[in-house]
Structure formats: structure tokens, C-alpha cells
């Protein structure tokens, strides 16, 4: 049913018995079916198994059903499924079902059925039809039912079977007929629980009335013998058991003949009675349905279970339904003490079946996640993903990669399929089976693969793993520590919330990933690394409804790190700035900044707190309002430096030495106020050595570096210096290249090349060393990462473009057979040269979102040039052919075809060559040996007309339609990026920014001797860089434990806010509205129920009044009594009614 027909596996199958045949159902019967049963089965993902006829029970359930699909959602829709079990022989025209080569979905038409017939009911999904050979007869499907009733509770709920339950199966009685007793006797003997409708018809009726009225206990069949008297006793006991039954039975179905079988069917079920609940849903109301339903299978599972507790069940009921409104209710309402252990198997159906809802209810009710999640438990979590999810199949591959090593190692063979599960590789093997099952350290591979080496590898440590080991050595490590006892398995996970995030993140599970993120440290990296996870696997995603998902999960953990990091920008700048370069253990040593520009988090750059970072890192130490022309006179004239033409952040540090480290030793609110203070550099270390009174060790660093050599460095080190004395340099470089191009480029040697020829070479040569430390040496990754990353920067590869032109040239100019093929390369090269020109000015704030347009709109241009293309080689194929077709010469068939009907667009057109009227003017040959000499063509001018009006379309469509066309695109492009290019310029910034930050102070050609001084100090010398920690801080355990509480105080209260917004928000006051309507309503109707029990309540009183009266007006005048004092009166205000009697 599940495989061929693609029904839901049920969390609940409720099946419907009794009420068969025409005759009506009550109607407080109708609204439990319509109210209490489908809303419970669409709650709980259910079946209703029925009679699937259309009639009675089958009939009011199916059209339960079809209003219920009607009226909700398409989520909801496929979780209401009614099965219909009928038998063969009593469908009318059962005949059309009959197909020899199968039908599926089968057809079936009933036109003009009479009335005794039973047809099938539309509004069923599925039905299973059961032939004993008879006709016309009912219940020949009832040992079938029961028999599938059994089957089917004997299989596990949740997804792929994953579920820690059986599916519980549950009968409910509605009416019925004496050969009722026989069905709920069958089911009570397969441990089925049923729930009786009392009030609802006979066999209903008959079973509620023996469990109310019926106390004497019956001893079960097989005990073990008793003595005498008390056989006896027990004897009488029974005897008179039976014949309360008996008359039961008598008084609902008067008219059975076989009365004894009923009784001893009746005295079974009262045996079973634990398996029974009772509803009167004339009394309860179809609003308790669901409850009654959960509180009928707990009776069953604490009957059938051995040392289960009651809530125990209970709890794994609403757990596999998804019902945690009941489990808030009955179970974790203050009177139940949960325990660990209670609730440890239900957090892990609640974590594998996607019920963020329970995993929040049990962490509340003392559920410890330390306790929880050890690495063990991790892996069966990371084992239970589908095998259809895309994390899955990566898992999976890299499995493989481990165990086929394994076997190579141990001569094993491994199963070559590598579409099977996890647990396939599970073959007859050698060595243990933990050894072949999924591990963390195939979870580390694929996070290193999604993160793009943006951080460390995760769970290295508990697999005992150094960063930097090879793969190889790292899963033959693994498969050692498998094949003995794995001891890290059992031990905690040191960041469980994270785990689970990551754990959550990978399966795209919203609702439970926010709520880890809630739970987790380290706010806004752990929101961009789920933004980073996310846009990764969305770019590896096929199916485009979970890329979408995707995306719009990884831009609402965006948006949260933007709100969290603004939280912590209002209240505290210096710690903020401290939160966006701090190195985070926890995410493999990555930053904020880092995960943000792997995230492509343009959004979260776009924030004032980031720019302002960004600001002062590329100013230095120098004031970041200090004006342009006072740098570029500096520049130029560096004696200004030492002048108060530029003003330092030192100074204001001078002016307020008590503050100084005020936010780092005492951790303030206030704490510091600038980059200056969050990063300590030798600067720091002499004014806290001065300010904590050791003037020796501050005069040892005075002595280190005098006031001219600090003020010197402090100008030079600064990202705007080397940025202007970049682009300085390079408009220098590319006046000197234009000049040797134009001027002074010699012939090849020994005459060439010129002197400053020379000078351009060697500083070609600056630039080919600083690309080439930009490659090797920036970073703290592997070489081939380094390199990876280097490539993929588009201005990097632009500049390999025009360095490898470059030699190129040089190459062949210094021959004379390649001399002008040389220029022309250094020409060409002159263009990339002078492009690369417009990274350089993408730091400015006009220009910069201005080339994020241009760059946009070159996209159009191709598409553009596509159709351009069909439309010019189609018109010049067909101009060539009918003007020229004579004329062979390749270079001018290429340039009639593309050249000339390209230029047609900008208007030249050749008339005379075109248009025949204007061919007399021009001289031409149709002689073909003339024409290979040299000598013009002439047109042919048969097909003149035609040619005209191709020229006439041509131009129509390419100067109007596509023109226009390009115009309106670019038009687009413009006002849809206009709004977001602030956003992206902010973004290209920083990696501007960290270019130039990361760059010698010197530009080319002067660059080499600062390369020499950075070999000298990090070759030689090995001291550390402190422009790193500009980008990158590693705190201290106490700093780096203040600075995570702040944080998550701040998302508290950030959390705290949204959260009293949505609850004031008009969605959520209606909700409360239509809640306290509901409720209102329910109380009217007690009300009513009430005030309908006080009139009859009245009313009886009222007659008894009366019949007193009577009866003392009687007494009072017969001879019977006689009486010392007359009757009482009424008292006053209560009307005396004297009833007339006849007789």
C-alpha cells in the first residue's frame, strides 16, 4: 500500500466498525466523525480504515473526509487518508473493477443503483476488496480486518521506520449489530484497544452498559487452581456475571436466538475490558476526541508493556503525532517529575522525525544536552539521514572511500554499489561492524568540503587528529581506532548545541535549526556559518523547491546576525569590533569576517558597526576623517608628517591614560573606544608598562622605537597609504608603458631596447614578486588552498592575463621574425593594463556602486550578442550569397558575412555596392582572375529587390527591436541593482580592503625592497605579523568567556524583542481572539446544557410539588388519618396549583 499505491506510512490507523446499512447516523455521532475524528487523523498523520461503502459509518467518514480536503491546505491533505475494506460480493457492479492488464487508479461507475444495493465510496483513497465466494452477504472481510489491524500495528512509525513505536492501531465501535460482538471479540484477542461510542446504537450501547454496571471481577482462563470454597464462590460469582450479561443482551437485542454465544462473546470482552474506552460523545464533545483517542492507546501500551511507565507511552504516542499541545496538557503540566531517562528515546525520535517543538518541550523539562549528545549518538543521528538527501550521498561517498580502504588493508572486499544505505556496508566481514559504520570523521570531510577551508576541521580532536594530516593517513588512523575500542564515543560532545545546529543546517530543517541557533554561543558566527551551509549546499541542490528553501533559510540566518551584531553595536562599539575578529575555537579558528565573505553575507557588510571596523583598519592609526589632498601632500612631501597637517588616534589615547585597557582588565560596559585599544601592538604594551608604573620597561621600548621612526611607520603602515601610493605608482606605470609604446620602442637588439624600456621591464618584474607573494604567502592555509584562492579573485586573474601578455610580448619582440606580432601583443596588453584600473577605483564611494552597475550590465550585453549574432550571420550569409557569390576570397567572404552587417547598426551602409541605381558610378570587374588580382567586385544585381528588403528587416530588427531591447535591459539591471549596489560596493570593499591591508608599504618598483624585508624578518627571522591581528584576535579563555556572555545577553534581548512584536502583531491577536471565542463558545453551550438540566430539574420538582399537594388534599379528606393539625401551606410567593385529576 505504502511501495505500490504511495500512501503515507501512518503515525495512527483508526479503524471504524459498526453503523453499516441504511440507517441513519445520530447527529452528535456525524459531528465527532466530522469534528473529533478526521481533525484527529489530520493532526496525528492517520488512516480511518472503514467499510468504504456508502452507507452508514463508510459514507459520513468519506464525506468527513472530502470537506476536510475542501477546506485546508495541500500540506494537510495528504496526511487524511480513508481506506475502505469492503466485501467483494456485496458491491454493486463490481464487474467494472475487472481489468486482465490492470488499471491503475482503478475506474468505477454506479449509475441508477437500487436501493438495497451497496456501492463504493468515492471520497476513500484506497480499498481493499475481500472475496470469500459469497454475494450478497456482509462481514466475509471481518477476519481479513482484523488480521490487517494486527499486521499493521506490528510495524514502526516515523520516517523510513525510524520510529522508536509500533503503529498503534485502534478500533472504534459505533453502533452496530449482535454479530458486532463477534468482530471486537476477534480484534480484543490480537491486543487491538477499541474505543466504544456509548450512546451511539445497540452493540455500542450494550459493551459501554456491561463495563459500567458490571463490578465482579472474572478470574483469567489457566490460573492456578484454588481451593475449594473459594471455587465455589468464584463459581457463584460467574453464574451470576452471566446472567446479568444475559439480560443485557435480552434487553438490546431481544430477538437472537443464539443468545448463548453472545453471552460467552460478552463475558470475553468484559474480560478484556482494559483494552476498552468508553466516550460519550453526546456528553464529552467531539473537542476531547483527539485526548480520548491518545489516552485509549496508553491503556493499551501500559497493558502490553512490562515495566513502562504510563507517561512513558503516552509521551511516545504524542511524540510519533506530533501533538505536543497534548503533551504540554496531560503530561508536562508541573505534575509529572520527569527524569533523564524518561525522556532520553523521545528526544531522539523528536531530533530524527523533525519535531523541533517536543526537542524545546524536553529541554525545558530536564533534559540535559550535555548528558545528551556524546559522539556516539552524533553519528546515529548523522546514520539516520534519508538516502535521497544530497548531505546523504556525500556522507556516503566518503564512507566508501574509508571502508575500501579498509578492506585494501586487511585483503575485505567491499560491496561495489554505492547507491546502497549506510548500514548495506554491513557485509560478511572480518573485522567489527563499527568499523564499517559512519563515522566523524566523514562528517569532518564533507563540513571541510561545504565550508571551502574557511576554518579548521571539525571533531579532529575526539578522533585524535592533527590539523594538517593528509586523508590517507587520516582514515587509516580512523579504521585503527575503530577496529579497538572507540572511547570517544562515549564521551560528551563539548559543543552540543553547535552540533545539532550543523546537524540540522545540513537537512535544511528550519524550525529546529533556529532553535539550536537559540540555544547556541557565539550568535552571529554561528548565524553565517548556517548562511554559508546553506548557500553552499543550494548551489549543489538539483531539485529547485529545496534550493529555493534553502535560500531562504541561509537569508534568514543573515538578517539574524545582522540584528544580533546591531544589538551589540548599540550598546558596546569596542566589544562589537572585538566580536567580528575574534578566532573562534568553537568554528575552527574562523572570524566573523571570514565566514561573512564566504557566506557572501552583503547584507550583513552593509552594516554601520562592520563599515566603521573597516574604516579604521584602513586608516591605521591615522584620524579616518583626515582629508585626501592632506595625504597626498604627506605623500609627496613626508616632513608634513611630523606636523599637525595629519592628526594620529595616539593622541587621544595621551589625553585619557586613565582609560587605557579599561575594557580588557576589568571587562567595563564602557570598555574601549577604538581599533586601537582592541588589538595591542608595541604601542600599547609602553603606555600600559608607563601607566602601571615600570618606567624601565616603557623607556626600553621608547629606546626600541624613537618618536621619528613611530610617526614614520605609523604613516607608512597605514592600508590608504600603500593604497595611494599604489595607484600613484601605477598611473606613473602606465604613462611610462603608453610612452615606450609611442615613443621610445626600439627595433629588436642589438639596436633595442631603450633604457626606459628597461625600467619598464624591471618594474613588471615588482609586480610579477608581489603576485607571486600574494599566492604563496598570504594566509595561513595550505599551498594548494592558497592557490585556490588566489585564482578565484576575477582582478586576479586579470592580472595573470596581462603578465602573461606581457611576456609574451617581451618574448617576441626581441626577435626580429616576431618583432610587430610582439608589439601588437604589448598593445593589447596596454588595454588589460590600463582595465585594471577600475578595481582600483571600486574603493570609492560614488564610483564603486557605480562599476557593481557596469559590471551587471556587460552580463546583458552577452545576451544581447546572442541573438545579435543569429540576426547578423543569417542576413550576411544570405547578402553574401546573392551580391558576391562568385567572389571565393576568404578574408572578404568573412568580411561581407560579420564585419559590414555589424557595422550596417552604426549606419554604415553601402549604397552603391547594395542598391543597383547607384552602381554606375563606381568602377568594378566581373572578372574573377581581376578580382583574386586585387580588383573591386560589382554586385550582382539580380536578386536587387531582395536584397533591399532583407537590409530593410535587418535593420529594422537590430536598430529597433534589439537596440530597444538592450535599452530596456540595461534599464532593469540598472533600477533593480541601484537599490541593492550600496550593499554590494560595501562588500567589495572589505576584500579591497584586506588586499591592500595585507600589501608592503612600498608600491612597484620600490615594493622589492619591502619583499626583502618581509623575507628577512618571516624567513629568516620568523617573527610573527601584527597587521594579522587587525583581521584576526585570539583571546584569552577568561576574555573570550565575558564577550560570549555579552553577546548572548544581547540575542536575549534581541530574541525577547522579536518575540513581544510578533506576539502584539494583528496575526497573533486574532489567533488569542479566535481562542477566546472558542472558548466562550464551549462554555456557552455548558451553559445551555445547564440551563436545558435546571428547566427539567424544575420541572420534575414542580410535578412532585403537585403530586404532594395532591396527595395531602386526598389525605386531608378521606377518613384514613386523622389529623391533630391541618396540612402545611406553601410559602408565600410560590403559586399554589391544584392539578384536576379524571378518572
Known amino acids: 500500500m505504502t511501495s505500490q499505491w504511495g500512501l503515507p506510512v501512518p503515525n495512527l490507523v483508526v479503524s471504524v466498525v459498526g453503523g453499516e446499512g441504511k440507517e441513519q447516523m445520530k447527529p452528535w455521532v456525524r459531528e465527532v466523525i466530522r469534528q473529533g475524528l478526521v481533525r484527529a487523523a489530520q493532526s496525528t498523520g492517520a488512516w480511518i480504515m472503514t467499510s468504504g461503502l456508502r452507507e452508514g ?56 443503483m437500487p436501493h438495497e444495493s451497496s456501492c463504493l465510496d468515492n471520497n476513500h483513497q484506497a480499498f481493499l476488496l475481500v472475496d470469500d465466494g459469497s454475494v450478497g452477504h456482509r462481514g466475509s472481510e471481518t477476519t481479513f480486518r482484523a488480521n490487517l489491524e494486527d499486521f499493521i500495528s506490528h510495524q514502526r512509525t516515523g520516517i523510513w521506520g525510524s520510529g522508536s513505536i509500533e503503529i498503534p492501531v485502534l478500533c472504534v465501535l459505533i453502533a452496530g449489530n449482535a454479530a458486532m460482538l463477534e468482530r471486537v471479540d476477534l480484534s480484543l484477542k490480537n491486543s487491538t484497544p477499541w474505543l466504544v461510542l456509548g450512546g451511539s446504537g445497540s452493540a455500542a450501547d450494550l459493551i459501554a452498559g456491561i463495563l459500567r454496571d458490571l463490578s465482579t471481577p472474572l478470574s483469567p482462563p489457566g490460573s492456578p ?94 511524540v510519533a503525532w506530533n501533538r505536543v499541545d497534548i503533551a504540554k496538557s496531560e503530561l508536562f503540566n508541573g505534575e509529572v517529575q520527569w527524569k533523564y531517562e524518561d525522556l532520553e528515546e523521545s528526544m531522539t525520535d523528536a531530533l530524527v522525525n523533525d519535531k523541533p517543538h517536543f526537542v524545546r518541550l524536553f529541554v525545558e523539562n530536564g533534559l540535559n544536552i550535555l548528558d545528551y549528545l556524546t559522539y556516539h549518538r552524533l553519528e546515529g543521528l548523522y546514520s539516520s539521514l534519508s538516502d535521497c538527501d544530497l548531505v546523504s550521498s556525500f556522507l556516503q561517498r566518503r564512507l566508501h572511500e574509508r571502508v575500501g580502504l579498509a578492506a585494501s588493508q586487511i585483503r575485505l572486499s567491499v560491496p561495489p554499489d554505492e547507491n546502497s544505505s549506510f548500514k548495506s556496508h554491513a557485509t560478511n566481514l572480518t573485522t567489527p561492524s563499527a568499523a564499517r559504520d559512519l563515522t566523524l570523521y566523514e562528517v569532518s570531510r564533507v563540513l571541510s568540503e561545504i565550508m571551502e577551508d574557511v576554518c579548521q576541521p571539525f571533531y579532529y580532536g575526539p578522533l585524535g587528529l592533527h590539523q594538517g594530516v593528509s586523508s590517507r593517513k587520516a582514515m587509516k588512523h580512523v579504521n585503527k581506532l575503530l577496529i579497538t575500542e572507540s572511547v570517544y564515543r562515549q564521551q560528551r560532545c563539548m559543543t552540543p548545541w553547535i552540533s545539532l545546529f550543523i546537524w540540522a543546517i545540513l537537512q535544511n530543517r528550519r524550525e529546529m535549526s533556529i532553535y539550536f541557533w537559540e540555544m547556541a554561543g557565539e550568535s552571529v558566527l554561528s548565524a553565517l556559518a548556517g548562511c554559508k551551509i546553506l548557500r553552499q549546499l543550494s548551489k549543489l541542490e538539483t531539485e529547485n523547491e529545496a534550493k529555493l528553501s534553502m535560500k531562504e533559510l541561509a537569508q534568514t540566518f543573515e538578517n539574524l546576525a545582522h540584528d544580533v551584531f546591531s544589538e551589540c553595536y548599540q550598546s558596546n562599539e569596542s566589544r562589537s569590533f572585538k566580536l567580528l575578529i575574534r578566532q573562534s575555537p568553537v568554528w575552527g579558528g574562523a572570524t566573523c569576517l571570514q565566514m561573512a565573505t564566504a557566506a557572501e553575507a552583503r547584507l550583513f557588510f552593509s552594516h554601520d558597526g562592520v563599515q566603521t571596523l573597516l574604516s579604521e583598519i584602513w586608516w591605521g592609526d591615522m584620524n579616518s576623517n583626515t582629508e585626501v589632498w592632506k595625504l597626498v601632500l604627506s605623500f609627496f612631501l613626508p616632513p608634513f608628517i611630523y606636523t599637525k597637517l595629519l592628526c594620529f588616534k595616539e593622541q587621544e589615547i595621551d589625553e585619557k591614560p586613565d582609560d587605557f585597557n579599561q575594557g580588557k582588565e576589568f571587562d567595563s560596559v564602557d570598555g574601549a573606544e577604538s581599533l586601537a585599544e582592541v588589538v595591542n601592538t608595541d604601542e600599547d604594551v609602553e603606555e600600559c608598562n608607563a601607566l602601571k608604573g615600570n618606567p624601565k620597561a616603557s623607556k626600553a621600548v621608547s629606546q626600541k622605537r624613537p618618536f621619528i621612526f613611530h610617526r614614520w611607520r605609523q604613516f607608512w603602515f597605514a592600508p590608504v597609504t600603500s593604497f595611494l601610493g599604489n595607484v600613484l605608482m601605477y598611473f606613473l606605470f602606465l604613462f611610462l608603458f603608453a610612452y615606450v609604446l609611442l615613443v621610445d620602442f626600439k627595433p629588436p637588439p642589438p639596436h633595442g631596447p631603450a633604457p626606459s624600456e628597461l625600467v619598464l621591464y624591471f618594474w613588471v618584474f615588482t609586480l610579477v614578486c608581489e603576485e607571486i607573494r600574494q599566492t604563496f604567502f598570504v594566509g595561513s592555509t595550505t599551498l594548494f588552498q592558497r592557490m585556490k584562492l588566489y585564482i578565484q579573485d576575477i582582478w586576479n586573474k586579470c592580472d595573470i592575463t596581462a603578465l602573461a601578455l606581457f611576456i609574451v610580448g617581451l618574448l617576441c619582440r626581441l626577435f626580429p621574425w616576431s618583432y610587430h606580432f610582439g608589439r601588437m601583443v604589448l598593445c593589447v596588453d596596454y588595454m588589460v593594463f590600463t582595465l585594471r584600473l577600475i578595481h582600483i577605483f571600486a574603493v570609492h564611494k560614488q564610483l564603486g556602486p557605480k562599476i557593481i552597475i557596469v559590471g551587471k550590465m556587460v552580463k546583458d550585453v552577452f545576451f544581447f550578442l546572442f541573438f545579435l549574432g543569429v540576426w547578423l550571420m543569417a542576413y550576411g550569409v544570405a547578402n553574401q550569397a546573392l551580391l558576391y557569390s562568385y567572389d571565393s576570397r576568404p578574408g572578404w567572404v568573412i568580411r561581407r558575412v560579420f564585419y559590414r552587417p555589424y557595422m550596417h547598426i552604426y549606419g554604415q551602409i553601402p549604397l552603391d555596392e547594395i542598391d543597383a541605381d547607384k552602381r554606375h558610378e563606381k568602377q568594378c570587374t566581373d572578372n574573377v582572375t581581376l578580382i583574386h588580382d586585387g580588383a573591386e567586385p560589382c554586385p550582382q544585381s539580380d536578386a536587387n529587390w531582395l536584397v533591399l528588403i532583407l537590409l530593410s528587416v535587418y535593420l529594422l530588427v537590430t536598430n529597433i527591436l534589439l537596440v530597444n531591447l538592450l535599452i530596456a535591459m540595461f534599464s532593469y539591471t540598472f533600477n533593480k541593482v541601484q537599490e541593492h549596489s550600496d550593499v554590494h560596493w560595501k562588500f567589495q570593499r572589505y576584500n579591497l580592503i584586506v588586499e591592500y591591508h595585507s600589501r608592503p608599504c612600498l608600491a612597484p618598483p620600490f615594493i622589492i625592497i619591502s619583499h626583502l624585508h618581509i623575507f628577512v624578518k618571516r624567513v629568516i627571522q620568523r617573527l610573527p605579523s601584527v597587521k594579522s591581528q587587525h583581521f584576526m584576535l585570539d583571546l584569552k579563555s577568561k576574555e573570550a568567556s565575558l564577550l560570549n556572555t ?21 496575526t497573533e491577536r486574532l489567533k488569542r481572539t479566535s481562542t477566546k471565542v472558542d472558548g466562550v463558545l464551549k462554555q456557552m453551550v455548558e451553559i445551555r ?28 379528606q378521606s377518613d384514613l388519618v386523622k389529623q391533630p393539625r391541618p396540612p402545611p401551606l406553601l410559602s408565600k410567593g410560590i403559586p399554589s396549583k391544584r392539578p384536576t385529576f379524571s378518572r
Not at 78 to 97: D, E, F, M, N, S
Not at 231 to 246: F, G, M, P, T
Not at 291 to 302: F, G, M, N, Q, S
Request: hydrophobic share 35%.
Open 57 to 112: 459509518v463508510g459514507r459520513c467518514v468519506g464525506e468527513a473526509v472530502r470537506d476536510h480536503c475542501a477546506t485546508a491546505s495541500s500540506l494537510s491533505q495528504a496526511k487524511v487518508i480513508a481506506v475502505g475494506v469492503a466485501p467483494w460480493g456485496l458491491i454493486h457492479q463490481r464487474q467494472q473493477l475487472i481489468n486482465p492488464q490492470g488499471s491503475f487508479p482503478a475506474r468505477y461507475y454506479v449509475r441508477n
Open 225 to 318: 487452581t484454588l481451593p475449594t470454597a473459594d471455587e465455589e464462590s468464584r463459581k457463584s460469582a460467574s453464574v451470576e456475571l452471566r446472567d446479568r450479561v444475559r439480560e443485557r443482551i435480552k434487553k438490546h437485542f431481544p430477538s437472537e436466538t443464539d443468545l448463548e454465544k453472545l453471552v460467552d462473546q460478552g463475558l470475553s470482552i468484559y474480560h478484556n475490558r482494559d483494552l476498552i474506552t468508553v466516550f460519550r460523545g453526546d456528553k464529552e464533545g467531539p473537542d476531547e476526541f483527539d485526548t480520548i483517542i491518545l489516552k485509549a492507546l496508553v491503556r493499551a501500551a501500559k497493558r502490553d508493556s512490562n515495566n513502562a511507565s504510563e507517561y512513558t507511552e503516552e509521551l511516545k504516542l504524542a
Open 1046 to 1066: 555579552w553577546e548572548s545577553m544581547l540575542k536575549e534581548n534581541l530574541l525577547s524583542t522579536q518575540g513581544k512584536k510578533q506576539r502584539e502583531s494583528d
Open 1089 to 1116: 446544557d445547564h440551563d436545558r438540566r435546571l428547566r427539567k430539574l424544575e420541572s420534575e420538582v414542580e410535578y412532585c410539588s403537585t403530586a404532594l399537594s395532591w396527595i395531602v388534599d386526598a389525605l386531608s
